[in-house]
Nanobody, 122 residues
Framework: QVQLVESGGGLMQAGGSLRLSCAAS????????MGWFRQAPGKEREFVAG???????YYADSVKGRFTISRDNAKNTVALQMNSLKPEDTAVYYC????????????????WGQGTQVTVSS
């Protein structure tokens, strides 16, 4: 089992920045690919960014160039730096983990955090 706890959400004006963090506990963190997903009201959960066990990164087109995912295997954390925020970034953001490789489909992930709300005002 892997337990995930997100933090860092909040309210921000458009154009601002937020940094989300996800702390992992349980099994060896470095064995897992990590992903950030988000879900807006009335919409399906969607892939935002992912990072492999060795640090390769992947992004949704909608956030490419604005968001940066990173991991610190020594601290068992993964972060999502969000810059140039837009109102359409408003959603609950979830951290997720799966063995081996990054996938973009939520149902490929075994472990999830409880989510953190990000609200971007115009």
């Amino acid at each position: 089992q892997v337990q995930l706890v997100e933090s860092g959400g909040g309210l921000m004006q458009a154009g601002g920045s937020l940094r989300l963090s996800c702390a992992a506990s349980g099994r060896t963190f470095s064995n897992y690919a990590m992903g950030w997903f988000r879900q807006a009201p009335g919409k399906e959960r969607e892939f935002v960014a992912g990072i492999s066990r060795v640090g390769s990164t992947y992004y949704a087109d909608s956030v490419k160039g604005r968001f940066t995912i990173s991991r610190d295997n020594a601290k068992n954390t993964v972060a999502l730096q969000m810059n140039s925020l837009k109102p359409e970034d408003t959603a609950v953001y979830y951290c997720a983990a799966r063995s081996v490789a990054v996938y973009t489909l939520p149902n490929q992930y075994n472990f999830w955090g409880q989510g953190t709300q990000v609200t971007v005002s115009s």
